[in-house]
């Protein structure tokens, strides 16, 4: 089944614990990205992959690191939370940048005390 | 500042009739749009996209209208079904996607 895994789907964790969030899309996407969802403003993202060892900043990436060693995952990593990055995280993939279907992941819901 | 504006944070519609979600954007460059649906608790799916160099758009009950001079794009369901009652995100991009803060669609039966 073709599909976007993320994981842990929730967290619970303390101000400056580093942490990581996986992801991982078995579709053979070159293109991977991750997003915020946060109430009233939307889905908005942090950074993307255009393929292996090619990432770049989105629109909020203060914060937070990504790499993108292997084309099938593309890991989110907060080097030290902070409660401002309690939110609500979506990765997703498409086939390659442009006006394709990205699919997304089920979520992972974070929260950063 | 916004580049992509979806300026009615909801709607509501009765079943059978035409719902219209509409977007505004500011970038020129941007090169392809999407609208995706989300219900709770679940991601985002893919709906339709319109890449820049068309203006319309139609996959079954969905037509996406784009008029670049405007810059402006609509979401047209006909007709509406309850299982539409969702959020609606409209994204605009050509590397980076830019999505608008979505619109809740309520189709009342």
């Known amino acids: 089944e073709a599909q976007v895994t993320q994981n842990p789907r929730y967290l619970i964790t303390v101000t400056g614990k580093k942490l990581t969030v996986t992801c991982s899309q078995n579709m053979n996407h070159e293109y991977m990205s991750w997003y915020r969802q946060d109430p009233g403003l939307g889905l908005r993202q942090i950074y993307y992959?255009?393929?292996?060892?090619?990432?770049d900043k989105g629109d909020v990436p203060e914060g937070y690191k990504v790499s993108r060693k292997e084309k099938r995952n593309f890991p989110l990593i907060l080097e030290s939370p902070s409660p401002n990055q309690t939110s609500l995280y979506f990765c997703a993939s498409s086939i390659r940048v442009g006006s394709y279907e990205q699919y997304f992941g089920p979520g992972t819901r974070l929260t950063v005390t | 500042d916004q580049q992509v504006k979806q300026n009615s944070p909801s709607l509501s519609v009765q079943e059978g009739r035409i719902s219209i979600l509409n977007c505004d954007y500011t970038n020129s460059m941007f090169d392809y749009f999407l609208w995706y649906k989300k219900y709770p608790a679940e991601g985002p799916t893919f709906l339709i996209s319109?890449?820049?160099?068309?203006d319309k758009n139609e996959d079954g009950r969905f037509t996406v209208f784009l008029n670049k001079s405007a810059k402006h794009l609509s979401l047209h369901i006909v007709p509406s079904q309850p299982g539409d009652s969702a959020v609606y995100f409209c994204g605009a991009g050509s590397y980076q996607l830019t999505f608008g803060k979505g619109t809740k669609l309520s189709v009342i039966p």
């Open positions: 319109i890449s820049s160099i068309k």
């Open positions: 992959s255009m393929n292996v060892e090619v990432t």
